[in-house]
Structure formats: C-alpha cells, structure tokens
C-alpha cells in the first residue's frame, strides 16, 4: 500500500473537543488510512496497478516519495484508535450526507501519480458518504508540458493564457487525458475478499459481478465565450465562462453520478474553448449553490503560511496586501477595471498599508455549525451581499494579474457570492480531504464569513440593552435578578454581540479565584440571545468567544450555575457537577454566596491549557477555545 507521513505545522486544539483523541497530530495518518477501509469497498492494501502514461504525462517526482510498505490489517492494539476516530467522524458523516461540493484539482496535482490515486480514493469514499460531488480537473501544467515538448514557449498575459492553435491542440489532449485518468481510477472495483467476508449472496451458486465503483459523468456543461481581444492582446481560443448548465448538472447529482468538468468550454456558435479551470470551479460552485469549496493546493499556498481559518474580509486583505506591493500605476488600473472593489485597494496601496475588514484576525477555524445542526446555521454573523455573476468575472480578472494562487481567488470570489465555506487542502497531506471533512480540526485552511463578526466588550452604551434583554429571563426565573446598580458595576466583565448597532446577546465572564483543587475558575452568568436570534449559531459564537477569552486570562475551568437551561450548555461540553450550593469544585467565597433555595445546578468545563506547538492569541483570533 501506499503509506506518506507528513509533519502536522498547522494549529491542533485539544481540550474542550469532546471527541479529541489523545496525540491526535500523531495519528492522523494512521485514521485517515483505516477510515478509507470503513465501508470496505476497496482494497485500500492492494498493490495499484499502473496507468497508462502518455507522453505529456511523464509523472512527476515527489518531493516527499511515498514508500510501499506490505499490506497489514488493523491491529489489534489500534481498535481503540479507529473506534475513537470513526465516534468523532460520525456527526459530520451525517452533517455533509447529501451536501453538494466542488473539488478542484489543478494539473500540477494530476501529474503526480500517487498524489492522484490516494486523492481519488478518498473522493471515492465521499462520494459513498452521500457527499454530492462536482470534480474539476485542471490543465495548465500538462499544457505548459506538450508545448516544451514541441519547442513552443506558453504565452500568459495578466494571468490568462494565449490560446493559439498549438496551445488549443494542447487543452483538448490534456482535458480528454485527465477524464480518462480519473475516470479509471474511479472505476476501480472492490476487492472480492472484502465482499466474500462482510457479505453473502442469495444464492451461493451465484458470481460475483462488480459494477464500476461510482458512475462518472462528464460532457458540455459549461458553456463559455471567447475572451476575444483585451487591451490589443488577442487570446485567440480563450474562453470566459459565462455560466454552467447547473440543471443538468443537479439531475446527475440526484441520480448518484459524479460530475467530472474541465478546462473547456463550450460556446454557442459550436467551438471549444480553452477556460481558467478556477474559473470553471468558481461559476459551478455559485451557479448550483454549492455548500462547500474544495481546492486541493500544492507549494503556492503552503509558501504563505496560512492559519486554519481567515475570514472572508481577512482573506480580501490577504490579496490587497498583494496590490499593495505592486505599485499605484496597477492600482489605479484595476480600480479602473474592477469598480466591485470601491477604490479599497487603491487606498491600501497608496498607504502600503492592508485595509482592516474585521475587528479579529484570524488563526484558526470555526466549526461548521451549518452542519451540524442540519442546514439551520452557516455560522456566520454578519450578512454579505452575493455579487452577480458580472461582479465575479470583474474580480477574477482584475486578480488574475496580480499573480496570486488561483485556489485563494476562487474561495474569496465563491464566499463573496454565496458559497458557505471554501477549503484549501495541501495534496500532499495524506487523508487531506476526509481529515478536513470529517475532524473538527481540519488540515488544510477554511475561508468563510466573520464568524466572530460584532462581537465586543460591553461599553456604557450597551448598559440599556443588556438589561433589557435579561429582564424577561429574571422575571421567568431563569436567570437570577440583576439591579442595574450590579450591571454597572460588573459591566467591564461583559461581552456583547452586536448588529447593526443593536445588541442580540450578552454573558459575563467573571473571575472566581482558586478552588480547593487548586483550578482557577471562571462563572459564566447572564447569557442570553435575543429570542428572535436563537437558533441561528450566535450563541455559538459568543461561549467560543467567551471561552477563548478566559484561556488568554488563565482560567482553567468554567462553572456556570443553572436552573432551566442545561440541556443547551451539556451540548457544548459542559459536564454536570451536582447542586451548585453543595459542591466543592467552587471557590469557598463563591459556594457560600449561593441561595440553596434557588437549588441551582453546577456545570463545568475544562479548558485545558494548549499543546506548546500552538501559539496562544486573543479572543476572535482563533476558534474553538
């Protein structure tokens, strides 16, 4: 089999995540590995037999060579490991069952054959998930390859190709030889072992007949015009794609078929055409309304260094920063040419200074609360207009030329309109895909809206809002009754999230000292969403919040005393402690100041300190404690 081993650098939480397993950046090989055998449809442990090689397609060298070692079952000793992993993959199986997702995989992953097979294999086993999934297959670097092999120099301007003859007898080969590349790994049946053992036929005279794996489909569903002649270039058989037939592309979906597309396109007056790939993956992704975005990425995105997770405004700053190394003469260009970016990145070159477009950075990722609550939330906060579709190409142009990795263009333009998340996955990592589908952690790094968008300390001003919104709780008895005289004086431990200047939740989050088993501990009082906001993940928010905050602070445990609403916090890791007057897992000051009449319950929680490879960062600048 084919086994890799890569070094994990990204940020790995551990702690509050009841599902972490133990040394998890160790292991996550190993899972990935045995979860590809959980549905035993293929013979993850069987010698690959080699593809067809065509002369364009001479496989590259792997940096990192994979190394096959002889088949092993799981062991015995590693049980507990994959029962850990499969408990803490289960909610998101279910959470993405019947999602629809593009993945893109450019040329450059194509040719490297190992990278391509594991990579196939674990679209295989989404695809057995009930994941509903578009592939977009790329062609630049097999292109660039037939071109050199026949002495002809490739031709881009501003980040688009000059598609003459040559270089257009070049897309087609290339295209037609990728689908087939794939289209046979992805017919590559189950082994007969694993069917004998795990099932049984009606008849044991019958014989076995296998199917191909998945069915793929592929054809002209992207219809494009030509580029024609921009700024007196002429780029001949370059194609801009002007939209894809999502219809017939969501009637494959629902019938279990896998789409396949590709660098060309289609237009109306009956040619084919040469397309930007990302740009294929971009109208696809928007047109049939996509949950999510995958673009496998190789070393021009693991050269930025990139946190687990940006915000859709960081991610935009990311790009203008590049602008901003370019010079005022380009900028004032694209600002000529891309109205949809309002002269920002104008401003920010001329100040050689990034624009600010949330309060928070970023440094790791939120989970995807659109999933696990079955479609009721995206998590996001704050609300983004959708571009049009005109919008999208203005902005693909305009950053085409700026050099920058086609995979962070194609998710910034495909969160800008519509698109919930968009994921950027290292090819190399072996088990890429499901570790980054199926873990709360991830691997690669996830772009979507501000999930920490209006959230703040409470100012002066908010003192009205915030006794509002707890005074239908107090007179329920739900909370405890608070005078106004102790909202002010407690108002600089609070935190708000506000909208458009109204404040729709609030908690506080106050030191309690030591307990006797020497963990400081932290209250969390006075959480509430407003009720026409509840269910829509900014409670969510606001604990991840919160819960950062007190890590930055050195509290290492969190109570909360409560009455009516423990359902809501046991299903964020809150554990129950018994009744809040008798327990010892207090502070003494703060266990003799509770009303036992009252009969509140105690809830805990853990935080527990961060692994020495993970830098600690302010609340907002990071997600999940």
């Known amino acids: 089999m084919t086994l890799r081993s890569y070094s994990i650098t990204s940020p790995v939480r551990c702690g509050a995540n009841p599902w972490t397993i133990p040394n998890l950046a160790s292991t996550r090989t190993w899972a990935a590995k045995h979860f590809r055998g959980v549905l035993g449809t293929w013979d993850h442990h069987k010698a690959r037999a080699s593809l067809w090689q065509p002369t364009p397609y001479q496989w590259a060298p792997l940096t990192e060579r994979a190394q096959e070692l002889p088949s092993e079952a799981l062991e015995r000793k590693d049980f507990g490991k994959f029962v850990q992993f499969f408990r803490q993959a289960s909610p ?287 998590g996001a906060m704050g609300s983004v207009r959708h571009q049009t579709l005109a919008e999208v190409e203005l902005d693909m142009d305009c950053w085409q030329a700026l050099d920058f990795p086609n995979a962070i263009l194609t998710a910034v333009v495909g969160c800008k309109s519509g698109v919930k998340r968009a994921h950027l996955v290292d090819a190399r990592q072996d088990g890429g895909l499901l570790l980054e589908l199926y873990s709360r952690d991830g691997v690669g790094t996830m772009i979507s809206t501000d999930f920490y968008e209006g959230i703040r300390p409470a100012q002066q001003v908010d003192l009205d809002s915030i006794e509002g919104l707890l005074r239908p709780l107090a007179q329920a008895g739900v909370t405890k009754a608070r005078s106004r005289e102790s909202l002010m004086r407690d108002l600089h431990s609070f935190t708000v999230l506000e909208r458009e200047s109204e404040v729709l939740a609030c908690v506080l989050l106050q030191d309690l000292g030591w307990s006797a088993d020497g963990a400081k501990c932290g209250e969390l009082a006075a959480f509430c969403v407003h009720p026409s906001h509840r269910g829509s993940g900014r409670g969510d928010s606001l604990l991840d919040y919160v819960e950062q905050s007190a890590r930055t602070r050195g509290i290492q445990r969190l109570v909360l005393l409560t009455t009516r609403t423990a359902d809501w916090f046991m299903q964020r890791d809150f554990k129950s402690a018994g009744c809040a007057h008798e327990s010892h897992v207090l502070p003494e000051s703060r266990r003799q100041a509770i009303d036992p009449a009252r009969n509140s319950q105690l809830y805990c929680k853990e935080i527990v300190a961060l692994n020495d490879t993970v830098q600690a960062a302010p609340a907002g600048k990071r997600i999940g404690f």
């Open 92 to 378: 998101y199986i279910e959470g993405h069952r019947g999602r629809t997702f593009v993945v893109v995989i450019p040329g450059e992953v194509i040719l490297h054959r190992h990278l391509l097979q594991t990579l196939l294999e674990d679209i295989q086993l989404l695809h057995e998930l009930g994941c509903r999934l578009v592939v977009v297959l790329g062609a630049k670097t097999q292109i660039d390859n037939y071109l050199s092999m026949r002495g002809l120099e490739p031709k881009n301007v501003k980040g688009y190709r000059v598609t003459d003859e040559y270089a257009m007898l070049a897309a087609m080969e290339a295209a037609g030889t990728s689908r087939m590349l794939v289209e046979a790994q992805l017919s590559k049946a189950p082994a007969v072992s694993v069917i004998r053992r795990h099932t049984r036929s009606s008849n044991t005279s019958d014989e076995f007949h296998f199917a191909p794996a998945l069915r793929v489909v592929s054809g002209n569903y992207v219809t494009s015009k030509r580029r024609g002649v921009v700024d007196g270039v002429d780029f001949g058989s370059t194609g801009s794609v002007r939209f894809v037939q999502h219809e017939a592309i969501h009637q494959q979906l629902d019938l279990g078929h896998l789409v396949l597309l590709s660098n060309l396109g289609y237009s109306a007056s009956g040619e084919v055409l040469n397309c930007n790939t990302f740009d294929v993956a971009t109208h696809a992704a928007i047109e049939l309304k996509a949950d999510k975005i995958m673009c496998i990425t190789m070393d021009d995105v693991k050269s930025l260094n990139m946190p687990q997770w940006l915000s859709l405004g960081d991610a935009e700053a990311l790009i203008t920063e590049r602008l901003a190394g370019l010079g005022s003469d380009i900028a004032c260009s694209i600002d000529q040419t891309c109205p949809s970016l309002d002269g920002t990145a104008v401003e920010a070159i001329n100040s050689a200074t990034p624009p600010v477009y949330s309060s928070n950075a970023n440094g790791s990722r939120p989970p995807d609360q659109a999933y696990l609550n079955n479609g009721n939330s995206n």
